[in-house]
């Protein structure tokens, strides 16, 4: 995926939005995909970006967290943590699949398919310019402010 544009997609999205990559053209914004709303590791890294949200806008830049849980799900796990961004239920894997998050993992012994933690950075051309996979969520966050930053 790095340094190559993103591929056009459309999701569901929190606030009765659809979310539409192709819309996004002249503004950068991040993507990150995380496994299940309202579990530890996802429920942290969701505050994280959002006690730095002020921070991305002021450097014109939109956040978006994706999971393959529905809006209904979704809609509560971002009121329950005041998330200023928007939350994409991506059920049938499209970006999923665009993004390739989707890893065997093992969950108490047992191989499931599930979301690698994943963040990408897309640029106002709608070009790919950073990624992480396997992310490790202590930090993360900044880390990717960082880097926008240096756009």
Same mark, same amino acid.
Request: net charge positive; glycine share 8%; with cysteine.
């Given at each position: 995926?790095?340094?190559?544009?993103?591929?056009?997609?459309?999701?569901?999205?929190?606030?009765?939005?659809?979310?539409?990559?192709?819309?996004?053209?002249?503004?950068?914004?991040?993507?990150?995909?995380?496994?299940?709303?309202?579990?530890?590791?996802?429920?942290?890294?969701?505050?994280?970006?959002? =006690?730095?949200?002020?921070?991305?806008?002021?450097?014109?830049?939109?956040?978006?967290?994706?999971?393959?849980?529905?809006?209904?799900?979704?809609?509560?796990?971002?009121?329950?943590?005041?998330?200023?961004?928007?939350?994409?239920? =991506?059920?049938?894997?499209?970006?999923?699949?665009?993004?390739?998050?989707?890893?065997?993992?093992?969950?108490?012994?047992?191989?499931?398919?599930?979301?690698?933690?994943?963040?990408?950075?897309?640029?106002?051309?709608?070009?790919?310019?950073?990624?992480?996979?396997?992310?490790?969520?202590?930090?993360?966050?900044?880390?990717?402010?960082?880097?926008?930053?240096?756009?």
């Amino acid at each position: 995926m790095l340094e190559k544009p993103v591929p056009e997609f459309s999701l569901s999205a929190t606030g009765e939005t659809i979310f539409s990559s192709a819309g996004l053209l002249g503004q950068s914004w991040v993507l990150y995909f995380y496994p299940k709303d309202n579990t530890p590791g996802c429920t942290t890294e969701g505050l994280q970006f959002r =006690d730095l949200h002020a921070q991305f806008k002021k450097l014109g830049c939109t956040i978006y967290g994706v999971s393959r849980d529905s809006i209904k799900s979704h809609e509560n796990f971002k009121a329950k943590m005041s998330f200023p961004f928007e939350l994409l239920s =991506d059920a049938d894997e499209i970006a999923c699949k665009a993004f390739d998050v989707i890893k065997m993992k093992n969950m108490y012994g047992k191989k499931v398919r599930g979301i690698e933690r994943s963040t990408f950075v897309i640029d106002a051309g709608g070009v790919v310019r950073r990624e992480w996979r396997g992310v490790k969520v202590p930090g993360h966050a900044q880390e990717v402010l960082d880097f926008i930053k240096t756009l």
